[in-house]
């Protein structure tokens, strides 16, 4: 890469052609790979220039103080910015770090989680629970066997936005326990008349930890689900 200098306007000042080109944005291949494109790579250069034109600007005509200050405060915005990212990032990395470690005092214990089917063992049936977004006129629980038949619903009236747990006894409508095997959860509810979001929740052991493409967490259950750690509706 050339080292020649250029002469600005009729005094001696010089300033180099790697720094023209800079400016200009006709740096060659070789020099574009090497010269720095961060915040503080810029401001170094923007510096450079402006003593050079401070150097040789015209007496009768100097520059405007106002464009000079507005051009640093730009750059030092940029610079902000951009170290305001590196934190966050950073921040991020230690976030899912520490919630990976929490998620993995969980292994053993058993949570309410999203989930549409329950496994009634020797009729005793899981701990059941719904998430409600926000508040409700009325919500319920309907439990299904594997024929599709209703065996039972439990209703909740209003409830109040957040997570409801619910206990089922393992009894169809007329009170009589139910086989075992595995029944359809789901529930809905409704807001004055109106259909509104209701998501059933279904209790199960938390068996792992898995780490998403994301860096979040989720948890592995014994009923085979995997589920997000921010969709656990409590920890039993």
């Known amino acids: 890469m050339s080292s020649s200098n250029t002469t600005i306007g009729g005094s001696t000042a010089t300033v180099s052609q790697q720094l023209l080109d800079t400016m200009n944005g006709t740096s060659s291949s070789s020099s574009s790979s090497t010269s720095g494109t961060s915040a503080s790579d810029l401001q170094t250069t923007f510096l450079q220039l402006l003593v050079a034109q401070l150097q040789n600007q015209d ?9 000079m200050t507005s051009q640093l405060a730009q750059i030092n915005t940029v610079s902000g910015i951009q170290q305001l990212n590196t934190s966050l990032s950073s921040l991020s990395t230690q976030l899912s770090a520490g919630q990976n470690a929490q998620a993995a005092l969980l292994i053993g214990s058993t949570v309410l989680a999203p989930g549409s089917s329950a496994a009634v063992s020797s009729g005793t049936a899981p701990q059941l629970g719904v998430t409600l977004p926000s508040a409700v006129s009325d919500v319920k629980l309907t439990i299904t066997n594997s024929a599709g038949q209703v065996v039972n619903t439990l209703d909740l009236g209003a409830q109040s936005a957040g997570t409801v747990p619910v206990t089922w006894n393992g009894k169809d409508t007329s009170g009589n326990t139910v086989a075992d095997g595995t029944y359809t959860i789901t529930a809905s509810a409704t807001t004055n008349g ?19 493409s994301d860096g979040s967490a989720s948890l592995s259950l014994a009923n085979g689900k995997t589920v997000a750690l921010s969709s656990v509706g409590a920890i039993l």
């Open 194 to 212: 109106q259909s509104a979001t209701a998501t059933a929740l279904v209790a199960s052991q938390v068996q792992g930890v898995v780490q998403q």
């Open 59 to 67: 007496p009768t005509d100097p520059m405007d103080s106002s464009q």
